[in-house]
């Protein structure tokens, strides 16, 4: 019988309430979380731009969280990070209250049918969550290289009063000093990026 080879990927520990801080090092202080990492760019570059920073990062594919997980640790940041296999969806409602300073999602997929909505990744579900989870003054950063996408998460936020837009429209520049491999991609490509960056109030 053929096996998963990745059957054993990383996971959040059992139990109704995990505070994602402790698993990354971070005690009390607040973390940044990357919904759906992919390979992990954005995880590396933002560490080492900011020695500061905890990260966990939560990637659905099991394959991607074994793989960028073991990266973590040969790369001697396992004291500051973690990519785990898991739905942000199931694991923000176990997350505590004020326990992250950041939540980032970078280029989601644009899922354009219908029978596809599901697997959106900013829904009205999470997004009391994501604020529940965010410290007064947490950011929320959004980016996408699909305007119509970017649309239609600018229009879900809105309906959060809690999450300020940072700017008027799109943000032109992404201030957090690092990139995902796909934003990476898209400038070099010359294409637009929708760039959406909101605080808690």
């Not at 759906?36 to 731009?49: H, M, T, Y």
């Not at 990260?55 to 394959?63: A, V």
């Not at 004291?79 to 785990?84: E, F």
């Not at 980016?143 to 936020?157: H, I, S």
């Amino acid at each position: 019988m053929k096996t998963n080879p990745y059957e054993h990927a990383p996971r959040l520990p059992e139990g109704d309430h995990v505070d994602p801080r402790l698993l990354v090092g971070a005690g009390s202080s607040p973390i940044e979380i990357e919904i759906g990492p992919g390979r992990g760019g954005f995880v590396f570059e933002r560490l080492a731009a900011d020695p500061e920073v905890f990260m966990l990062g939560l990637e659905i594919r099991r394959k991607w969280a074994t793989i960028v997980d073991d990266r973590v640790r040969e790369r001697g940041l396992s004291n500051r990070a973690r990519v785990l296999a898991e739905d942000a969806r199931v694991a923000f409602p176990r997350f505590p209250d004020a326990c992250a300073r950041a939540v980032f999602v970078h280029f989601p997929d644009p899922w354009w049918k219908k029978r596809h909505a599901k697997r959106l990744v900013v829904t009205t579900d999470l997004l009391p969550q994501l604020c529940r989870v965010l410290i007064p003054g947490g950011a929320l950063f959004v980016q996408t290289d699909v305007e119509g996408r970017a649309a239609e998460y600018a229009a879900l936020v809105a309906t959060e009063p809690r999450l300020v837009p940072q700017h008027q429209g799109f943000e032109a520049e992404n201030p957090f000093n690092a990139r995902s491999p796909r934003e990476h991609r898209a400038i070099a490509d010359g294409l637009p990026i929708y760039r959406l960056h909101y605080r808690l109030a």
